[in-house]
């Protein structure tokens, strides 16, 4: 039997990426540069319709909330946006172990995902 393997903090950063950069893809975001490391922010740099974007992404464990987000991180994002007239979103990503939301999240292994979309800052 496959011995269980819990998810690294970079691995679960990176599928929530994985999941906010599909969406954006889907609707119709060109990528002008992305960063998966998880403490540099944003990790995404989007154009669409001419216009800039910069997309902080956060997987969020249970029982925290994927919806709330570090006010005084995203400002000094926003504030930096500003300098490029660029708008700023937060993706914040709930993952949670199927079986258990007390669990983490295993290689592998059945995960709920709860991600409501972008949310402009």
Do not use: W
Not at 102 to 116: C, G, H, K, M, T
């Amino acid at each position: 039997m496959e011995e269980q393997r819990e998810l690294t903090e970079q691995e679960l950063h990176n599928l929530a990426m994985n999941i906010v950069g599909r969406q954006l893809e889907a609707d119709g975001f060109e990528f002008m540069a992305i960063n998966s490391k998880p403490k540099k922010n944003p990790q995404y740099v989007c154009l669409r319709e001419k216009v800039l974007h910069f997309i902080v992404v956060r997987n969020v464990d249970y029982p925290n909330n994927p919806s709330e987000y570090d006010q005084e991180l995203m400002q000094k994002v926003k504030d930096h946006a500003d300098k490029f007239e660029a708008k700023t979103y937060y993706a914040g990503v709930g993952l949670f172990n199927a079986e258990d939301q007390n669990l983490p999240l295993y290689l592998n292994e059945e995960y709920i995902v709860d991600y409501r979309g972008l949310k402009e800052i």
